[in-house]
C-alpha cells in the first residue's frame, strides 16, 4: 500500500487543521492505520491509531484535542486537530500496520507503510 499524507500548514496557536491521509492498493479498513509526529531533533512520537475493527486510541498529549478518522469509501484516514499549541509544531506522518498490533500500535517499528510526512507549524 502507498500512503500520501497532507494537509498541513501553517496555523496560529488554538487554531484547527486536518491532515489526510490517502491510501492507494489495499483498504485503509484493512490496516491498522496510525498518526504519529516528529519534531526537529525528536524522536518520532505516536498520536492516534484507528485499529481495523473501528477502536481508536491516543497519545496523551494530544487527548480531547485531535480525532482520528476512517473513510472506506475515499479509502482515506483522517486526523482532526483542534486547539493547536505550538508544541504541536512536527512534521506528521500516517502509517499502516499490516499485521493489526493490539499491543504496540504506538512503536513506529510496528508499522509497514508510511506516507511521507506533512509539515505542520503553530504559531504563538
Known amino acids: 500500500v502507498q500512503l500520501q499524507a497532507s494537509g498541513g500548514g501553517l496555523v496560529q496557536a488554538g487554531g484547527s487543521l486536518r491532515l489526510s491521509c490517502a491510501a492507494s492498493?489495499?483498504?485503509?479498513?484493512?490496516?491498522?492505520m496510525g498518526w504519529f509526529r516528529q519534531a526537529p531533533g525528536k524522536e518520532r512520537d505516536f498520536i492516534a491509531v484507528f485499529w481495523g475493527s473501528g477502536r481508536t486510541a491516543y497519545a496523551d498529549s494530544v487527548k480531547g484535542r485531535f480525532t482520528i478518522s476512517r473513510d472506506n469509501a475515499q479509502n482515506t484516514v483522517y486526523l482532526q486537530m483542534d486547539s493547536l499549541k505550538p508544541e504541536d509544531t512536527a512534521v506528521y506522518y500516517c502509517?499502516?500496520?499490516?499485521?493489526?498490533?493490539?499491543?504496540?500500535?504506538?512503536?513506529?517499528?510496528?508499522?509497514?507503510?508510511w506516507g511521507q510526512g506533512t509539515l505542520v507549524t503553530v504559531s504563538s
Open positions: 502509517a499502516a500496520d499490516r499485521r493489526g498490533s493490539r499491543t504496540y500500535y504506538y512503536n513506529p517499528g510496528t508499522y509497514d507503510y
Open positions: 492498493g489495499r483498504t485503509v479498513g484493512s490496516y491498522n
